[in-house]
């Protein structure tokens, strides 16, 4: 398990990671680190897996070079989910504003060291909630003039292309840059089988 662990999962912690990198980052490679984890049940789990992003966004900063291009800096993904216990579409007007802030301080501490922060990708049915959250943070003056800020899009996700093209004009109405990343997506299996439940005519996915 631990051979096979290692083929997907760089290190147990942020340490780990830098550490097993560090033959690629002399060679001019950069990496997106991505802490996985369970969704937040409790207002403390989210307030813990809160704490873990921002340590881990430290000790990126106090490893890395805060002069070189920010393309070429190292980024930290995380999950909404991780960060409040309804991350949901009904219950959209109490989490997206509390994401927003938490996100948002979490971006001034990349901002501040040259890092970039990426927004993981969810299952479909979060995906609405998750882009009223980008959006707030890309209206926020505190975000002005940095480009580190970006989202993970699920190629597989038949609204793939809309996903981009509405990120792209709320990021030109506010002339913010924004990074996108392109992933083919981890929720197949589930977000099939969740369709056939509810009686879908189709898949949200490919």
Known sequence: MKILGGQFVYGRTIEESLKRAAPERAK??????DMLGEAAMTDADAAR???????????????????????RSPALSVKLSALHPRYEFAQREICVPELATRILEL??????????LTI???????LEVSLL?????????????????????????RRAIEVIERIAQTAQRHQQQI??????????DSEI?????LGLRSYPVF
């Open 133 to 157: 959250v980008i959006e707030t943070v890309l209206a926020s003056e505190s975000i002005r003039d940095w480009a580190g800020f970006g989202l993970a899009v699920q190629a597989y996700q």
């Open 28 to 33: 001019g490679l950069t990496h997106s680190f």
């Open 49 to 71: 897996y809160f704490s873990a992003y921002k340590r881990a966004l430290l000790h990126l900063a106090e490893t890395s070079d805060h002069t070189q291009d920010l393309h």
């Open 120 to 126: 993981d990708a969810e299952e479909a049915d979060r």
């Open 107 to 116: 971006c001034a501490v990349a901002k501040s060291a040259n890092i970039g």
């Open 179 to 188: 990074t996108v990343r392109l992933v083919k997506g981890a929720y197949w």
């Open 193 to 197: 089988k969740r369709a056939q439940e």
